[in-house]
């Protein structure tokens, strides 16, 4: 058992240097200026394809308002459309064509992740439950919202792999990479 050192002594003599095994690798920590490498460009796409879809879901809510006493359709409109064009979108760059690294960062979570909105969808379903005569509207916006985006991306898979499939050659649609044709 190795004692503390004592105030004045020397650390080092009070410890051997341990041997280092050949067989294993040491591995040195990565510089911290190095950490963030390789991942700026998709933070920076995800930023900037959530300001576009938040802009994006702002301008819906001004081309379609709704009164604080009416039923959330403007929400449940784009969370539906966001949904499906997530299904869409999902098909053409995973199943029907090799993208670029950077499109599904920018598309997907960026501009379709901003464009959606499940947090004023949870604000709206506690503002209608807690009013007295809206709680079973609130309760059935509850489940009425993800039961719809769940069918909406459904949806727009089953059609995109279906329109897909009869654009490219041969059954099944092949991966085409981006920026050849089928």
């Known amino acids: 058992m190795t004692e503390a050192p004592r ?3 020397d650390v080092r003599r009070m410890h051997r240097a341990e041997p280092i095994d050949p067989d ?3 591995v ?3 510089p911290r200026e ?3 490498r390789g991942q700026g460009a998709p933070v920076a796409m995800v930023a900037l394809g959530g300001g576009l879809g938040s802009a994006a879901r702002y301008g ?3 081309l379609w308002p709704t009164e604080p006493a009416a039923f959330p359709w403007t929400t449940l409109l784009v969370n539906v459309v966001g ?3 997530i299904g869409v979108l999902m098909v053409l760059i995973t199943e029907a064509r090799t993208a670029h690294r950077l499109v599904r960062p920018f598309l997907g979570a960026g501009v379709l992740g901003g464009f959606t909105t499940f947090s004023t969808y949870a604000v709206d379903v506690q503002r209608l439950v807690a009013e007295e005569d809206r709680a079973a509207t609130g309760v059935a916006y509850l489940a009425l919202t993800p039961v719809t985006a769940l069918a909406a991306v459904w949806a727009a898979q089953a059609v995109t792999r279906r329109a897909v499939g009869r654009s490219s050659s041969g059954a099944g649609g092949s991966r085409v990479p981006a920026g050849e044709d089928a």
Do not use: I, K, N, S
């Open 60 to 62: 819906a809510g001004l």
């Open 28 to 30: 040195q920590p990565a």
């Open 7 to 9: 105030p004045g002594e």
């Open 83 to 85: 949904c499906a064009a």
């Open 24 to 26: 294993v690798e040491v």
């Open 34 to 36: 190095h950490r963030w």
